[in-house]
């Protein structure tokens, strides 16, 4: 996602905590000066874009998605990641660290942004699968709404956050620059919809504790969905201007993902965070 994906999510998640894990995190973002989870959910991307020898971690990028082939069913890891440097493998790590209480403090807080980011990212339909090599739909070049509205955009950078800051008015600024007031009224938004069913059935996969089999079955749902949809959805076209047709399409689908990734994310947090 881009910075309001990853923001809302953080908000969705933030006020679903446990008073133990809020506490947990909030003690943890104050040794940053941060208060809330929405202030450090784009902190992996803005590392991963800075060369190592100016203090960025270039190396970590590959951490944030999975490129299993639409043609395939499912994730399989000997196939998929075989070095495990993805977002499958990478995430239930980052978590044992984050509920590590002999790891550092700063240890632990990297940890929780990683955690944050990538539960985010991996329901991003297209940061778990691509097509002919397309890195995700990166190399599908596709103009939104026209030329002179938006000029090229590819198609990750669409369900990234091309659909969504058009559908909810949200501009980024330079720098990864957002408006948090903006982003907390569309979660808000967002999480009024969700009913305590949903998030019973959305949650249903941790309950027997293994986070790694929730993420492979949270990164399957975004596999499907980039074959269904996605992918499966888009024009034939080389170069389409993409317009209300896959718009209508896109968007409820970006709206439950960022729901799904919010609730998740609370659960992971609060399991994570919990009482000793
Ligand atoms: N780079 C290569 N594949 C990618 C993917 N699936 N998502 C995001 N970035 C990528
Ligand atoms: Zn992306
Ligand atoms: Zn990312």
Known sequence: WGPYGHAIVADIAQ????????????????????????????????????????????QTLVWHYVDTDV???????????????????????????????SATPQQRLDALKWVVHLVGDLHQPLHAAERDHDKGGNAIRLSYYGETE?????????????????????????????????????????????????????????????LYHAVVDWTDESHSLARSIAYGALPETKAADIRDAYTSIAWPVIQLRLQQAGVRLAAVLNTALGKE
């Open 15 to 58: 006020d679903r905590l446990t008073p133990e894990a809020a506490k947990a995190v909030q003690a943890l973002l104050a040794l940053e000066g941060h208060q809330t989870l929405d202030q450090v959910a784009s902190w992996p991307d803005t590392i991963g874009h800075v060369p190592k020898k100016k203090g960025g971690l270039p």
């Open 71 to 101: 043609a395939n069913p499912a994730y399989e890891r000997e196939r998929d990641c075989a070095d495990g440097n993805c977002v499958v493998e990478k995430l239930p790590e980052l978590e044992k660290q984050l509920a590590d209480r």
């Open 150 to 210: 938006n000029g090229h955009i590819n198609l990750h950078a669409l369900w990234d956050e091309g659909v969504l800051d058009r559908q909810a008015s949200l501009v980024v600024g330079p720098h990864y620059t957002i408006d948090f007031t903006k982003a907390r009224a569309e979660a808000n938004q967002l999480a009024s919809t969700i009913t305590a069913d949903e998030t019973t059935y959305w949650v249903a996969d941790l309950s027997g504790g293994d």
